[in-house]
């Protein structure tokens, strides 16, 4: 393993996590948050110091090369490192005297969970909400893909780290150059940033709060500055608004480079994309059919905003509530359950198990019913117009069997607490998939501030697991992953 190498990218990445905390501190000059400001300043430096350490050791070495081995290690010891120093100002500052409470909020904000243990939320610091935010932003396209966006001399060692982070179980490439196709992700993601930004400001919200909703938006995270999130601007055209941006945020982000190229039949034959919708509106379609059989509000269409609002939320992995659905009607509350399973498309910023998995899946049980009717025929499925390979269905099919694997030890470590079935079974699910509100004790008017100091570090665990697709973290607990 090239340790050098990983290490000296590995500096980069928190060099620019800690320029990135240069905004927080403008805040918190701004709202003149002396205390806060002390624990960016103070964070700012050790990690300045640490990467220049480390960079300067690492820096002259000859071999420059990253092998995917070298990938796996490199994004997760990131991810790692990001969660404990992201930690430090909410600890620094007071806003969270617990380390585990800190590190559980960051490496819920990188990871784009949404997965809070904060019962006040408004009463923090502004800039400490801001940075909050901020980490499901930076989180949400890929730390790790915006340092090879800015790292052109990684060459092709960009694209073994590229594969170690994408959500999803493919990864093509835009362009020839894997660090062009990490800035034209980032162009794109930035673009609707800055456009739902513009549309929360003209519906009524300030600035702040457009811009921290939009990061939660955008990275399909749902930290909110508000205590009862969106729900407190009561605003259909808000609503509205985060409900587009979040099915957007949760559609394959190659997709757009290809509609802003005129590849259009590319996205109008994409596979995933049609499931993916279909199982949004179906979902809204019937929680709608739910809310207004049982009168939980007056008319379709109010039932239809509140039913697409939780339904993109929970599909989209984003976390972001409207309502208390755990007051809704029984079908309502299965269904969003269900959603949880799913998530978004892959290369998009949301979590889950992917919708291009469970079409695989799904393609793959049709084709296995026919072979048992036909055992001498020859059958094969289709994704997107091409053929897919055994390979790509093996691949699909460890993938969720380690993802329930995991679910089931989640589950079972929560219930150890002391947690009944349903919360624990709850709890494992959305911080696995990145979901953030789930239902009984972390539900959508609760938090997990009340939870155990060691489940935290677990959970923690589990989201960032989670967000890197399983594989990239769990092949460094297998012996071979060691051996030369």
């Known amino acids: 393993m090239n340790l050098k190498q990983v290490f000296s990218v590995v500096s980069i990445l928190l060099f620019i996590i800690a320029l990135f905390m240069l905004f927080p501190v403008v805040f918190a000059l701004i709202y003149e948050e002396w205390p806060a400001l002390k624990a960016f300043l103070l964070t700012q430096g050790t990690i300045l110091i640490l990467a220049a350490i480390v960079r300067g050791i690492c820096r002259n070495h000859e071999d420059d090369r990253i092998s995917t081995r070298d990938g796996f290690f490199l994004v997760s010891l990131a991810w790692l490192l990001a969660g404990i120093?992201?930690?430090?100002?909410?600890?620094?500052?007071?806003?969270?005297?617990?380390?585990?409470?800190?590190?559980?909020?960051?490496?819920?904000?990188?990871?784009?969970?949404?997965?809070?243990?904060?019962?006040?939320?408004?009463?923090?610091?502004?800039?400490?909400?801001?940075?909050?935010?901020?980490?499901?932003?930076?989180?949400?396209?890929?730390?790790?893909?915006?340092?090879?966006?800015?790292?052109?001399?990684?060459?092709?060692?960009?694209?073994?780290?590229?594969?170690?982070?994408?959500?999803?179980?493919?990864?093509?490439?835009?362009?020839?150059?894997?660090?062009?196709?990490?800035?034209?992700?980032?162009?794109?993601?930035?673009?609707?940033?800055?456009?739902?930004?513009?549309?929360?400001?003209?519906?009524?919200?300030?600035?702040?709060d457009s811009m921290t909703h939009t990061f939660g938006t955008m990275a399909t995270g749902g930290f909110s500055p508000k205590n009862t999130s969106v729900a407190f601007y009561r605003s259909p055209f808000i609503d509205t608004v985060i409900t587009v941006f979040m099915l957007l945020a949760g559609m394959n982000f190659l997709l757009y480079f290809r509609l802003l190229t005129g590849k259009i039949r590319d996205v109008l034959r994409n596979t995933e994309i049609k499931a993916y919708l279909g199982i949004f509106f179906a979902a809204t379609l019937g929680i709608t059919w739910a809310l207004m059989k049982n009168g939980s509000y007056s008319g379709f269409r109010e039932c239809f905003r509140y039913a697409g609002f939780q339904a993109a939320s929970i599909l989209t992995t984003t976390g972001f509530v409207t309502a208390d659905y755990e007051l809704w009607p029984a079908f309502a509350q299965i269904l969003l359950f269900v959603l949880m399973f799913i998530g978004g498309c892959a290369g998009s910023t949301g979590g889950g198990m992917k919708v291009i998995r469970l079409v695989t899946l799904f393609k793959q049980g049709i084709n296995e019913m026919k072979y048992l009717a036909f055992p001498r025929g020859v059958f094969t499925f289709h994704i997107d117009g091409r053929a897919v390979r055994k390979t790509y269905?093996?691949?699909?099919?460890?993938?969720?069997?380690?993802?329930?694997?995991?679910?089931?030890?989640?589950?079972?470590?929560?219930?150890?607490?002391?947690?009944?079935?349903?919360?624990?079974?709850s709890t494992a699910l959305v911080t696995l998939g990145n979901i953030g509100p789930g239902f009984g004790s972390?539900?959508?008017?609760?938090?997990?501030?009340?939870?155990?100091?060691?489940?935290?570090?677990?959970?923690?665990?589990?989201?960032?697991?989670?967000?890197?697709?399983?594989?990239?973290?769990?092949?460094?607990?297998?012996?071979?992953?060691?051996k030369r």
Request: proline share 5%.
């Open 85 to 208: 120093f992201g930690a430090l100002p909410f600890f620094l500052s007071g806003a969270i005297p617990s380390f585990a409470d800190a590190f559980f909020e960051s490496a819920s904000g990188f990871t784009t969970t949404g997965a809070s243990i904060l019962t006040n939320i408004e009463g923090l610091p502004k800039s400490i909400l801001f940075w909050r935010s901020l980490t499901h932003w930076l989180g949400g396209m890929g730390i790790v893909v915006l340092t090879v966006a800015v790292l052109p001399f990684l060459g092709i060692g960009g694209i073994q780290i590229l594969k170690a982070e994408a959500p999803g179980p493919t990864l093509d490439k835009l362009t020839p150059k894997i660090a062009t196709t990490a800035k034209a992700l980032w162009f794109i993601y930035l673009g609707l940033t800055i456009l739902e930004i513009l549309l929360l400001c003209l519906g009524g919200m300030n600035l702040f």
């Open 393 to 425: 269905v093996y691949n699909v099919m460890g993938f969720v069997f380690l993802y329930l694997v995991l679910l089931l030890l989640a589950t079972m470590v929560t219930a150890f607490s002391g947690e009944d079935i349903a919360t624990s079974l």
């Open 442 to 482: 972390v539900g959508p008017t609760k938090n997990y501030a009340d939870y155990p100091a060691y489940l935290k570090w677990f959970l923690s665990f589990i989201m960032i697991t989670g967000r890197l697709e399983v594989y990239t973290v769990l092949i460094l607990f297998t012996p071979r992953f060691w």
